[in-house]
């Protein structure tokens, strides 16, 4: 048996919200060597078109599609075009997000609550759901994959809107894995901790950044290749026995309590 082979996306079609981002275009290349066709979904259309040419200049296995995850139409678009285009979407992968405001508690709004729960949890149900009823339409055995964060786990001063809604991203992905598992369709999270992306960059490289480096049992922050494996093994029939699974690729940080002095 040639155990790697299930790895491959070869002839399978993923779509990938918030394509554009610092997290989302390293997941993209990753699919896209593993040999998926790829649609990429993001607000962000001009990143999207630089992408583009990056990735795949003749557009040959990837396309672009402007798209707000929390605009349900935006999302049935989506759909539509993937089918004309490529007739089917075997994965999708939930990466579109927003971190919210750096704010502590008694300074945070109910605007920055609803921005960052609308993108992070309902974007993600609402993309997941329709793409999940299209597979079932199309008895396709799909693998949709969620992005949460270690902070979906553990808690963080200042990130209240966030880290909740990374844990709610956790309970839907159980959630759905259930009401899915009926049409073979699985269900997984991936979450993901400090990444070099820009994101976090600013923070790990600012005035703090070696004590946040410290709290990280590993030490350092991960390469985005470094989710190539645990990516490819929920977006493949690598995982056929997983669902409803947080995988946290996060070198220990969502383990570790801060350490007390002796
Ligand atoms: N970067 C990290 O270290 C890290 C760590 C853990 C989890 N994550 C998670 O990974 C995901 C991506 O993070 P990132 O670092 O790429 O962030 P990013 O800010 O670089 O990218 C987010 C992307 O999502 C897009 N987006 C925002 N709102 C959208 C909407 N309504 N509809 C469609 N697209 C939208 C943005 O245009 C952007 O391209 C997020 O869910 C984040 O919480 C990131």
């Not at 605009?71 to 075997?90: A, G, P």
Request: glycine share 8%; hydrophobic share 45%; proline share 3%.
């Amino acid at each position: 048996m040639n155990w790697i082979k299930q790895f491959s996306l070869e002839n399978q079609v993923a779509v990938v919200t918030g394509a554009a981002g610092g997290l989302g275009r390293e997941l993209v290349k990753i699919l896209f060597d593993a040999g998926a066709y790829l649609v990429l979904a993001d607000t962000d259309e001009a990143s999207l078109r630089l992408l583009l040419q990056a990735t795949d200049p003749s557009g040959e296995r990837v396309r672009i599609q402007q798209c707000d995850v929390t605009n349900e139409q935006d999302i049935l678009f989506l759909i539509e075009q993937t089918n004309n285009h490529f007739k089917r979407i075997d994965v999708l992968v939930n990466c579109a997000g927003v971190l919210g405001s750096d704010a502590a508690l008694f300074d945070q709004t109910a605007e920055d609550w609803d921005r960052v729960f609308d993108v992070n949890l309902k974007g993600s149900w609402m993309a997941a759901t329709h793409i999940s009823q299209y597979m079932v339409a199309q008895h396709i055995k799909g693998r949709i994959i969620n992005i949460s964060s270690s902070l979906g786990l553990r808690a963080q001063l200042k990130r209240v809107p966030y880290a909740s809604s990374k844990a709610a991203v956790e309970h839907l992905t159980r959630n759905m894995a259930m009401e899915l598992v009926q049409y073979q369709i699985r269900v997984n999270c991936l979450a993901p901790g400090w990444m070099n992306t820009p994101m976090v960059e600013g923070i790990l490289n600012g005035p703090n950044g070696k004590n946040w480096r410290a709290a990280i049992p590993m030490g350092r922050a991960a390469e985005p290749s470094e989710l190539a494996g645990p990516l490819l093994l929920l977006a493949s029939t690598a995982s056929s026995y997983m669902t409803g699974t947080v995988l946290r690729v996060d070198g220990g940080y969502a383990y570790c309590g801060i350490e007390l002095p002796e």
